[in-house]
């Protein structure tokens, strides 16, 4: 998941980057008044959002796998944590009575 991430925000500079240098070249208009740098940020956001979505599919698809799997054995883990209390629970009590 650190990997995706990384790769993630790599895209992300990239396309600030590209965007920091069109718009400051007049390639592309610049924001109104104080709020160049944030119509910078935004704008490479909006453009590293579908080149990441098309170009991290193959890593995104491996971190889901790697999160799935994790869950799974957590619960597991629980499962079996929780049938071990079940049966050291019967254990200790008398035969036939209840809680």
Same mark, same amino acid.
């Given at each position: 998941? +650190?990997?995706?991430? +990384?790769?993630?925000?790599?895209?992300?500079?990239?396309? +600030?980057? @590209?965007? &920091?240098? %069109?718009?400051?070249?007049?390639? =592309?208009?610049?924001?109104?008044?104080?709020?160049?740098?944030? &119509? !910078?940020?935004?704008? %490479?956001?909006?453009?590293? =959002?579908?080149?990441?979505? @098309? !170009?991290?599919?193959?890593?995104?698809?491996?971190?889901? @796998? $790697?999160? *799935?799997?994790?869950?799974?054995? /957590?619960? *597991?883990? /629980?499962? *079996?944590?929780?049938?071990?209390?079940?049966? =050291?629970?019967?254990? =200790?009590?008398? $035969?036939?009575?209840?809680?």
């Amino acid at each position: 998941m +650190l990997r995706y991430t +990384l790769m993630r925000l790599g895209v992300f500079v990239g396309c +600030l980057v @590209v965007v &920091w240098g %069109a718009v400051y070249s007049g390639v =592309a208009p610049r924001g109104l008044g104080d709020s160049n740098g944030l &119509w !910078v940020v935004l704008l %490479a956001l909006l453009i590293s =959002a579908p080149i990441s979505f @098309v !170009v991290l599919r193959k890593e995104r698809d491996r971190a889901s @796998v $790697q999160v *799935a799997q994790r869950v799974d054995r /957590m619960k *597991a883990n /629980m499962d *079996a944590n929780r049938s071990q209390e079940d049966v =050291a629970d019967d254990g =200790a009590r008398p $035969q036939g009575q209840t809680s």
